[in-house]
């Protein structure tokens, strides 16, 4: 008998149709889901490609989609992605994240499945609007400030990063990479690519960084949760990988 685990993506995958796929079941992983990827090695796999066909096994369904292969999930949302590896940890090791509350200090337990069963009525915005702080050598539309647009990444964003040699080697590389798929106006630049996003000013770069990270880390890093006493916390949690 396999353990089976009912989940709510954060955001969900959204299909051809514009339907909405968000509730799932996930399966606890066996020794054989290990075997059988280390046997399939030979597609060259980076950690984020295994990570994904072994999800992509364990997800056994995702809203009404006629199946989940690697296909479907690569078009997950980056928050979507982190979330599911929480999962994966929660369901196969059984640890809760624990916090405790500020107002009368109980002890409470986060239960991964239902975290985002019920989400806040404002929808989760997949996309943010910025100016950036200094802006020299870029062209600005109007006035002097140079605005833009970045979207949420997606898992085949960093899949295809992970094959960069240089992206893997230097973390300013991968984040060079990462911004120029997700953003997707800069003042009045008409294509961003890795030559503009690479001449930013150090200020400017790191101001993207910080907005890229908040923007596809933020849903599932800040989480509100009730406590017995009726105080709503917001609590934060470490992400899959981090110390
Ligand atoms: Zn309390």
Not at 102 to 120: E, H, I, M, R, Y
Not at 161 to 167: P, T, V
Request: glycine residues 8%.
């Amino acid at each position: 008998m396999k353990e089976e685990t009912e989940f709510y993506l954060p955001i969900g995958l959204t299909d051809s149709k514009g339907t909405l796929h968000r509730k799932g079941v996930m399966r606890a992983v066996t020794a054989e889901d290990e075997l059988e990827l280390q046997e399939s090695d030979g597609v060259q796999f980076n950690d984020r490609q295994r990570d994904l066909e072994l999800l992509a096994r364990l997800i056994i369904s995702l809203g009404s989609l006629p199946q989940v292969g690697p296909d479907s999930l690569m078009e997950l949302y980056e928050a979507d992605f982190l979330y599911l590896q929480m999962l994966f940890n929660s369901v196969n090791s059984g640890a809760k994240p624990r916090f405790r509350c500020p107002s009368c200090g109980a002890q409470n337990d986060l239960d991964v499945p239902t975290l985002f069963k019920t989400k806040d009525t404002e929808e989760t915005k997949t996309e943010c609007g910025f100016s950036l702080p200094q802006g020299s050598g870029l062209k600005p539309e109007i006035g002097t400030k140079v605005k833009g647009k970045m979207q949420m990444s997606r898992c085949k964003d960093y899949i295809t990063l992970y094959r960069d040699e240089r992206a893997r080697r230097s973390a300013s590389w991968y984040y060079v990479g990462l911004l120029t798929r997700s953003v997707k106006k800069l003042g009045a630049e008409k294509a961003i690519n890795t030559g503009v996003i690479s001449k930013l000013t150090p200020r400017d770069f790191s101001f993207l960084v910080d907005l890229f990270n908040e923007l596809n880390n933020g849903v599932v890093r800040s989480i509100k949760s009730p406590c017995s006493c009726g105080s709503d916390i917001r609590v934060e949690l470490s992400l899959p990988g981090e110390a």
